[in-house]
């Protein structure tokens, strides 16, 4: 790089001094030969000047050079002797041609430096730009998250559209540990989920505390109301009227009119095993009403054709072929075929449409 | 799960203690003669409070079982079925058997926040009327099997008034006396008001917790709710204040926890902060206990029924939210 740079120079010099005798050339040329050792040299030496100088020699060197051109051409034509008195002028901004030389070597290795800066520079805010971004998409991603949202709603049935699947429950494994919860050394302070709170302390005393119970004691005289009654009743004669709680008729979801047995009420929250008291009598009125349906269809039979009662049962043939069986003793059956001969005209009926 | 148990260092302080149980809380108490809170007029004497963290172990049942809870407010909206939701679960998550009763009549929402709604068949009233057995009425919670939930009646029923009380006490020992054991824990979500629901659902209970928020309107009915179970005999209430926001009572525009506690004189069971995720879980039908990752209030809920276990109460509070030194790399997200 520092023989090229100062080959441009030196090729302007000679192109200035084209018009010169051959013994200026020569001089020029000389001169040109010269430098390049002492370029060497100075490579070295001038390599520590600070860089204000070189900026100042360099400006100056470049000027001189334009000027020289420029005289060049108008004045050294004519003048032989000016033209002597400029070349050896010429001899100090070839000099500091050669400093300018020496001190853009420098630069341009301090230029490589910097783009290596730069390069890692630009990388690490690179990074950091695309950590940020990834940051900032998990923490939107997180946010869009709609759990106890409308879409929750919709999910479990309130809102009416498609019940979709219902999200996996979460899990809150250990309630003894909680990281989120930090108390700080000095215990004036509480970290909860991130957030930092001042702690004081609770100044309520025992006495404070019986004062207020005077105070409410004073206040509100109450008796729990032991009864219930409709508004426009009479009260019972031995019941204290502070004890009365007064209902009005068109409560949406109170009644006064109590029809519940209570003993049997009582005897219905205790009961441990077997089956529900209602659910009980529910199924042995169902029974009874039954058994006197079928008590009802027997007297029917002996007035009416047995035949024909047959087609009416048919949801209970196999429980009538049994009431026949034992019933009827006087219907011979030569064998045992009346249970397969029904079930297959069972089986015939149910194939008809 | 932690709780915070703080300690003066001054032991000649007056100590409280929150009720008669068996379990004494190695608790001390700020002595302060004055009702109002220190905290306004001088910097916070943090060097005094010295707080204990109590990591992975499982908390003390303390008193009879089954201990029968009432959680109540007088005003609605307060958070009554929310506090039931998530101090149930997280008492069964804790390890104790629970059972919610839903006492509201009229207007039952419990099986809603619990996400149950799909597998009530019967309820408390079909048990009386002899429809079905109480075991067969208790809807298991399939997330954590020793949770159950009991309702008092279909939306559309009507129950005798002056029966409800009866029935829930006769629930009550039916529960105690069953096969599989009496249940650690009997929740009973209250309704609002002081009505005929109010009376059915206090009837049966040992103890009370009582559910505020920090305005007027709720501290009025919770001071009358609160005179009215004390007239009751029921003389152990608790109170939880819901929904607080540290950024409003910076700005002096609500009222503080200690501010509540100066008006109302009852021992501090927790303290929620409010949070967009409750009315998450509400419409998920997921408590925010169960969360993943846990939530401020769901924690809180946490430690409210880890206090609720011990008999215990809070002896510090927090106040207001300071900024977090953040570290060189929190850009990054370090």
Same mark, same amino acid.
């Given at each position: 790089?520092?023989?090229?740079?100062? &080959? +441009?120079?030196? @090729?302007? #010099?000679?192109?200035?001094?084209?018009?010169? /005798? !051959?013994?200026?050339?020569?001089?020029? $040329? =000389?001169?040109?030969?010269?430098?390049?050792?002492?370029?060497?040299?100075?490579?070295?030496?001038?390599?520590?000047?600070?860089?204000?100088?070189?900026?100042?020699?360099?400006?100056?060197?470049?000027?001189?050079?334009?000027?020289?051109?420029?005289?060049?051409?108008?004045?050294?034509?004519?003048?032989?002797?000016?033209?002597?008195?400029?070349?050896?002028?010429?001899?100090?901004?070839?000099?500091?041609?050669?400093?300018?030389?020496? &001190? +853009?070597?420098? @630069?341009? #290795?301090?230029?490589?430096?910097?783009?290596? /800066? !730069?390069?890692?520079?630009?990388?690490? $805010? =690179?990074?950091?730009?695309?950590?940020?971004?990834?940051?900032?998409?998990?923490?939107?991603?997180?946010?869009?998250?709609?759990?106890?949202?409308?879409?929750?709603?919709?999910?479990?049935?309130?809102?009416?559209?498609?019940?979709?699947?219902?999200?996996?429950?979460?899990?809150?494994?250990?309630?003894?540990?909680?990281?989120?919860?930090?108390?700080?050394?000095?215990?004036?302070?509480?970290?909860?989920?991130?957030?930092?709170?001042?702690?004081?302390?609770?100044?309520?005393?025992?006495?404070?505390?019986?004062?207020?119970?005077?105070?409410?004691?004073?206040?509100?005289?109450?008796?729990?109301?032991?009864?219930?009654?409709?508004?426009?009743?009479?009260?019972?004669?031995?019941?204290?009227?502070?004890?009365?709680?007064?209902?009005?008729?068109?409560?949406?979801?109170?009644?006064?009119?109590?029809?519940?047995?209570?003993?049997?009420?009582?005897?219905?929250?205790?009961?441990?095993?077997?089956?529900?008291?209602?659910?009980?009598?529910?199924?042995?009125?169902?029974?009874?009403?039954?058994?006197?349906?079928?008590?009802?269809?027997?007297?029917?039979?002996?007035?009416?054709?047995?035949?024909?009662?047959?087609?009416?049962?048919?949801?209970?043939?196999?429980?009538?072929?049994?009431?026949?069986?034992?019933?009827?003793?006087?219907?011979?059956?030569?064998?045992?075929?009346?249970?397969?001969?029904?079930?297959?005209?069972?089986?015939?009926?149910?194939?008809?449409? | 799960?932690?709780?915070?148990?703080?300690?003066?260092?001054?032991?000649?302080?007056?100590?409280?203690?929150?009720?008669?149980?068996?379990?004494?809380?190695?608790?001390?108490?700020?002595?302060?003669?004055?009702?109002?809170?220190?905290?306004?007029?001088?910097?916070?004497?943090?060097?005094?409070?010295?707080?204990?963290?109590?990591?992975?172990?499982?908390?003390?049942?303390?008193?009879?079982?089954?201990?029968?809870?009432?959680?109540?407010?007088?005003?609605?909206?307060?958070?009554?079925?929310?506090?039931?939701?998530?101090?149930?679960?997280?008492?069964?998550?804790?390890?104790?058997?629970?059972?919610?009763?839903?006492?509201?009549?009229?207007?039952?929402?419990?099986?809603?926040?619990?996400?149950?709604?799909?597998?009530?068949?019967?309820?408390?009233?079909?048990?009386?009327?002899?429809?079905?057995?109480?075991?067969?009425?208790?809807?298991?919670?399939?997330?954590?099997?020793?949770?159950?939930?009991?309702?008092?009646?279909?939306?559309?029923?009507?129950?005798?008034?002056?029966?409800?009380?009866?029935?829930?006490?006769?629930?009550?020992?039916?529960?105690?006396?069953?096969?599989?054991?009496?249940?650690?824990?009997?929740?009973?979500?209250?309704?609002?008001?002081?009505?005929?629901?109010?009376?059915?659902?206090?009837?049966?209970?040992?103890?009370?917790?009582?559910?505020?928020?920090?305005?007027?309107?709720?501290?009025?009915?919770?001071?009358?709710?609160?005179?009215?179970?004390?007239?009751?005999?029921?003389?152990?209430?608790?109170?939880?204040?819901?929904?607080?926001?540290?950024?409003?009572?910076?700005?002096?525009?609500?009222?503080?926890?200690?501010?509540?506690?100066?008006?109302?004189?009852?021992?501090?069971?927790?303290?929620?902060?409010?949070?967009?995720?409750?009315?998450?879980?509400?419409?998920?039908?997921?408590?925010?206990?169960?969360?993943?990752?846990?939530?401020?209030?769901?924690?809180?809920?946490?430690?409210?029924?880890?206090?609720?276990?011990?008999?215990?109460?809070?002896?510090?509070?927090?106040?207001?939210?300071?900024?977090?030194?953040?570290?060189?790399?929190?850009?990054?997200?370090?």
């Amino acid at each position: 790089m520092a023989s090229i740079s100062t &080959s +441009i120079p030196l @090729i302007r #010099f000679q192109s200035n001094s084209f018009k010169l /005798t !051959n013994k200026f050339k020569r001089q020029i $040329l =000389a001169t040109g030969l010269d430098f390049r050792p002492e370029i060497r040299l100075l490579n070295c030496n001038f390599s520590y000047f600070n860089k204000k100088y070189r900026k100042k020699e360099r400006d100056f060197v470049f000027r001189v050079c334009c000027s020289s051109s420029e005289d060049s051409d108008n004045k050294f034509v004519g003048n032989e002797v000016e033209k002597e008195k400029d070349i050896v002028e010429l001899e100090k901004p070839v000099g500091k041609l050669q400093e300018t030389v020496d &001190s +853009i070597a420098p @630069i341009l #290795f301090g230029m490589k430096k910097h783009i290596s /800066t !730069n390069v890692a520079v630009g990388l690490c $805010l =690179a990074i950091a730009f695309v950590v940020i971004s990834i940051r900032e998409y998990l923490i939107r991603k997180s946010r869009s998250n709609h759990h106890g949202s409308v879409e929750d709603l919709v999910k479990r049935g309130q809102l009416r559209s498609d019940r979709r699947g219902i999200s996996r429950p979460l899990k809150y494994d250990d309630p003894f540990n909680n990281p989120l919860v930090k108390v700080s050394k000095s215990n004036s302070t509480v970290e909860m989920c991130g957030k930092v709170y001042r702690l004081a302390p609770v100044t309520l005393t025992e006495r404070e505390q019986s004062n207020h119970q005077k105070r409410r004691s004073r206040a509100y005289q109450w008796k729990r109301p032991t009864i219930f009654l409709k508004e426009g009743d009479s009260i019972p004669p031995d019941v204290d009227p502070d004890t009365v709680r007064w209902i009005p008729a068109n409560h949406p979801f109170a009644t006064t009119v109590n029809d519940i047995d209570e003993d049997l009420a009582q005897s219905n929250v205790y009961q441990k095993r077997g089956v529900p008291f209602r659910i009980k009598a529910e199924h042995e009125a169902l029974q009874k009403k039954l058994e006197t349906l079928q008590n009802e269809q027997k007297l029917s039979k002996l007035v009416i054709d047995p035949g024909s009662v047959k087609d009416f049962e048919r949801p209970f043939k196999s429980f009538s072929s049994h009431e026949t069986q034992d019933g009827n003793d006087s219907t011979p059956k030569p064998d045992g075929s009346v249970n397969s001969s029904e079930s297959t005209t069972s089986f015939d009926e149910l194939q008809k449409p | 799960m932690i709780s915070l148990q703080l300690h003066t260092i001054n032991p000649n302080s007056s100590s409280l203690k929150t009720s008669s149980f068996p379990i004494s809380t190695s608790s001390h108490y700020f002595n302060s003669k004055s009702l109002k809170p220190h905290f306004k007029s001088t910097p916070y004497n943090t060097s005094t409070i010295v707080s204990v963290l109590q990591w992975n172990r499982k908390p003390q049942l303390a008193g009879e079982t089954p201990r029968v809870v009432v959680i109540t407010s007088g005003k609605g909206g307060v958070g009554k079925t929310t506090t039931t939701a998530n101090v149930g679960l997280s008492l069964a998550r804790l390890g104790f058997s629970v059972v919610a009763i839903d006492a509201d009549v009229g207007l039952r929402n419990l099986d809603l926040l619990l996400g149950l709604e799909n597998r009530v068949n019967y309820t408390a009233v079909e048990v009386l009327n002899g429809d079905c057995r109480l075991d067969q009425a208790l809807v298991r919670d399939k997330r954590w099997s020793n949770f159950e939930l009991l309702c008092i009646s279909k939306p559309r029923s009507k129950l005798p008034l002056g029966f409800g009380g009866k029935a829930l006490i006769w629930l009550v020992d039916a529960l105690k006396s069953r096969q599989e054991g009496s249940p650690d824990f009997i929740i009973i979500d209250c309704p609002a008001g002081i009505d005929a629901g109010f009376i059915t659902a206090i009837t049966p209970a040992n103890e009370a917790v009582l559910v505020t928020t920090p305005d007027i309107t709720s501290l009025r009915d919770a001071d009358r709710v609160t005179g009215l179970l004390e007239c009751d005999g029921i003389k152990d209430i608790k109170m939880i204040v819901n929904r607080v926001r540290t950024d409003l009572i910076r700005g002096e525009d609500m009222m503080s926890v200690l501010d509540v506690q100066e008006m109302l004189g009852l021992a501090l069971l927790g303290v929620i902060p409010e949070d967009s995720e409750v009315i998450r879980s509400t419409n998920r039908g997921y408590p925010l206990v169960l969360n993943k990752p846990p939530t401020l209030a769901g924690l809180a809920f946490e430690q409210a029924a880890w206090r609720l276990v011990e008999q215990d109460s809070m002896k510090a509070v927090m106040i207001e939210e300071e900024p977090k030194k953040r570290g060189f790399f929190s850009f990054f997200g370090g």
